[in-house]
T-cell receptor
Framework: KAGVTQTPRYLIKTRGQQVTLSCSPI?????VSWYQQTPGQGLQFLFE???????NKGNFPGRFSGRQFSNSRSEMNVSTLELGDSALYLC???????????FGNGTRLTVT | QKEVEQNSGPLSVPEGAIASLNCTYS??????FFWYRQYSGKSPELIMS????GDKEDGRFTAQLNKASQYVSLLIRDSQPSDSATYLC????????????FGPGTSLSVIP
């Protein structure tokens, strides 16, 4: 079974630009969560989608948004990029119930 | 505010020793508990899930759960330099609608 796939793996953007990251969950997983991780920091929860609906949201500004499609694939968008948005963005999927999260390899975003 | 705390690191152990990683959580009704390993620059990798009080063993890893004390631990026997990583404790609340909460992580260094 294929794991969680995130694209692209690396991105370099300029301040003020916007970016879209993509995540394909494990087949059959309907929940997709997004996390931001900066050097030396823990995982900061961005949001979770389930069956195309945002189920939970973290404490990030409105510049961070996401969506989920009917095939459970998810995208997150960051508009008006700031230097502080440079981070590793992780997507994780899970089945329902007590199942754990399974992470993709992440997208490393650098904002210059 | 539901919280997950882990023993502060970094934790250093000699090769072959037992590494003990601890985690406490504040939400008494939490149901599912997970340990992840994260190598520097990589994404978290699930190494153990535990749902019931007691011990669960998987190779050199043993997870211990005590719901009454709101405590979960991870023991790594015969520690190897390849075990050097950050270990993340994660707690999933009772309902599927609550997000998984991660602790800040404990950095483990196994000295040859």
């Amino acid at each position: 079974k294929a794991g969680v796939t995130q694209t692209p793996r690396y991105l370099i953007k300029t301040r003020g630009q916007q970016v879209t990251l993509s995540c394909s969950p494990i087949s059959g997983h309907r929940s997709v969560s997004w996390y931001q991780q900066t050097p030396g920091q823990g995982l900061q929860f961005l949001f979770e989608y389930f069956s195309e609906t945002q189920r939970n949201k973290g404490n990030f500004p409105g510049r961070f948004s996401g969506r989920q499609f009917s095939n459970s694939r998810s995208e997150m968008n960051v508009s008006t990029l700031e230097l502080g948005d440079s981070a590793l963005y992780l997507c994780a999927s899970s089945a329902t119930g007590d199942s754990p999260l399974h992470f993709g390899n992440g997208t490393r975003l650098t904002v210059t | 505010q539901k919280e997950v705390e882990q023993n502060s690191g970094p934790l250093s152990v000699p090769e072959g020793a037992i590494a003990s990683l601890n985690c406490t959580y504040s939400d008494r009704v939490s149901q599912s508990f997970f340990w992840y390993r994260q190598y520097s620059g990589k994404s978290p990798e699930l190494i153990m899930s535990i749902y019931s009080n007691g011990d669960k063993e998987d190779g050199r890893f043993t997870a211990q759960l005590n719901k009454a004390s709101q405590y979960v631990s991870l023991l790594i026997r015969d520690s190897q330099p390849s075990d050097s990583a950050t270990y993340l404790c994660a707690v999933k609340p009772k309902t599927s609608y609550d997000k998984v909460i991660f602790g800040p992580g404990t950095s483990l260094s196994v000295i040859p």
